[in-house]
């Protein structure tokens, strides 16, 4: 078995089979890829400084240029930074400064979110792809820079840093997760090997590649399987059917709502024209993954898991509907109380499935072996203490685990959010809406969304005296901010006389998150999309919007 990601894209030198289909339907085969990686990776070398981290930054949509720089970096040991760019501002800005990036590819949307920003990094070690000067330099490649490539393809080891995949973390500061080429290639023979991967498959890929989900359940156990991989620039519910059947797609990756959001589309005669038997992802309800089985005829397999890659549990297929999976093997993982770093009591339902003790079974989800593939953050040994207290891997979320040994997702701890897939930390959010001139107090905090696929932003505001809150007016400021996050706009927003606080005037979340939309202050919203202008909730729209999610 490789060892190497480097080893991997080698095997591939002379395969003329089918490696990847671009959006406008153009076929590569993976030695055409292997020849466009290699011409990336000796642009690369000529440009990295050795004194230095050989650390790459990408803000690039999904496509063949990313694909590019993905190999071209494997196979010169070099470390690929995927940037976020749904993050904006000095948030953006900061994040690139912390992981010592000494390129940036991008192109021309990317530059314009970095335009005027302080990256501690001039302007001629951002490289544009469509550029004509990066196409020059692409054409100057000759036989003995690829060669030299090849070389360095080989030199690589396991233990060569190969990504760093930004996360949030206990401090509301992104971290960037260590994934090294070994640990990767590891996870492409395990993922390609558990999801039934093989050579004939086409792996549509509308989730982003600076996302662990993409690169991890996707285009790694496509490489190790030598499968088709179809990326396209974004996900888009109205043209999901389409490009599946364009692309002969067999499996296919997803996150948060975007089951919701294909749902949501109007069915057609032709939902069950294609080819796609499987799709892989996190946070679709029950009923969404069973409705979608039933409409487009796609079998659904949820995991769990991160990025920093301390815990994995894998669904079997005697795991009851609605649980994670059991104890992956070789693992400790156990649901510990973190005040008494005991176990929490296995969960009790009762005849209909509600849970009867949640409060002794409900307890944060641990890894007692230890750190298990977690490889670190990159320079952030703090937040690595507090991944591995007590010498065990400590996840951050919350579960609970029946009597048979499956474990049941149960939120996640601490003051987070968990959007469309991402985590969010509210304080960045609240820093934003605290600007706003009619407000004199924000709370931001996650409500489960009626809609499915993990939580949604909420705000409860107090407004300064005199003030009335115009929803139009908020929407318009809020969008003009050049420091929102794409997915920072709260969905909901609750308008308080007074919000609450502790014995020592502290403002407190606890009642307002455990009301949930089931507020009684005046409610406002956005819409499923948050696009549109705060209006009032009332009537049967809020009666719609608070009833029992279903599990």
Known sequence: MAETMAQLLLEHTQDHGLGAIDVDNTRWSWAQLIARATRVGAVASMMLREQDPPHIGVLLPNGLDYLDWLSGAALIGATVVGINPTRRGEQLAADIRSVDCQIIVTDYHGAQLLEGLNLQLAKDRIVRVDDRAYGELLDEIDEHDAAHVHARAEAVVAQDLFLLLFTSGTTGTPKAVRCTQGRLATIAATAGANYGFVRDDKCYCPMPLFHGNAIMALWAPALWSGAAIAPVPKFSASGWLSDVQRTGATKFTYVGKAIAYLLATAPTANDQSHDVAMGFGTEASLPHRLAFAERFGVRLIEGYGSSEGGINVIATPDTPVGALGPCPPGMDVVVVDPATLLECAPAVFDEHGKLLN??????????????????????????????????????????????????????????????????????????????????????????????????????????????????????????????????????????????????????????????????????????????????????????????????
């Open 358 to 551: 949640a409060e002794a079974a409900i307890g944060e989800l641990v890894n007692r072996s230890g750190a298990a593939r977690f490889e670190g953050y990159y320079e952030r040994p703090d937040a690595e203490g507090e991944r591995l207290r007590s010498g065990w891997y400590w996840s951050g979320d919350l579960a609970y685990r029946d009597q048979a040994g499956f474990f049941h997702f149960a939120g996640r701890g601490g003051d987070w959010l968990r959007v469309d897939s991402e985590n969010m930390a509210a304080g960045p959010i609240e820093a934003v809406l605290s600007r706003y001139g009619d407000f004199d107090s924000v709370l931001v905090y996650g409500v489960a969304s009626p809609f499915g696929g993990g939580e949604e932003v909420m705000a409860a505001v107090e407004l300064r005296e005199g003030a009335t809150f115009r929803g139009e007016d908020f929407f318009s400021w809020l969008f003009a901010q050049s420091d929102l996050g794409t997915k920072w706009a709260p969905m909901f927003v609750a308008v308080a006389d007074q919000l609450p606080t502790t014995a020592t005037g502290k403002l407190t979340k606890v009642s307002l998150k455990s009301a949930g939309l089931n507020t009684t202050h005046p409610l406002y919203w956005s819409g499923a999309r948050r696009s549109e202008p705060y209006a009032l909730v009332t009537g049967e729209d809020r009666a719609r919007l608070t009833a029992p999610a279903e599990s």
